[in-house]
Nanobody
């Protein structure tokens, strides 16, 4: 079973940047699509971004509006989420997750079977 570990969260000011990392534990990770999701108190978990196994296709949540970029470095079993121009409403726990089966990149949270523990991102105004 794949195990994922997020890192890079923290407390920042509005307008600042953060880069989140998601590390997979074995080489199978490099054959999975990977997504970043977030959840804030009282809200449902939502897609932030996702990337295919080879990095050639990405998708983003509507709220991203060009501020975030998802990339992956398979040689290091790692997926990154670069976030710029952060807003207070971006405050949430950010999770990475792997989809081992889908052929087409999806935002369907049910397709993502392996999850990390999450990393807190707090953006102050």
């Amino acid at each position: 079973q794949e195990r994922l570990a997020e890192s890079g969260g923290g407390l920042v000011h509005a307008g600042d940047s953060l880069r989140l990392s998601c590390a997979g534990t074995n080489d199978d990770f490099n054959s999975y699509a990977v997504g970043w999701f977030r959840q804030s108190p009282g809200k449902e978990r939502e897609i932030v971004a996702a990337i295919t196994w080879n990095g050639d296709t990405t998708l983003y949540g509507d709220f991203v509006e060009g501020r975030f970029v998802i990339t992956r470095h398979n040689a290091e079993n790692t997926v990154f989420l670069q976030m710029k121009h952060l807003k207070p409403e971006d405050t949430a726990v950010y999770y990475c997750a792997a989809d081992p089966h889908s052929i087409i990149l999806t935002s369907d949270i049910g397709k993502y079977l392996y999850w990390g523990q999450g990393t807190q991102v707090t953006v102050s105004s």
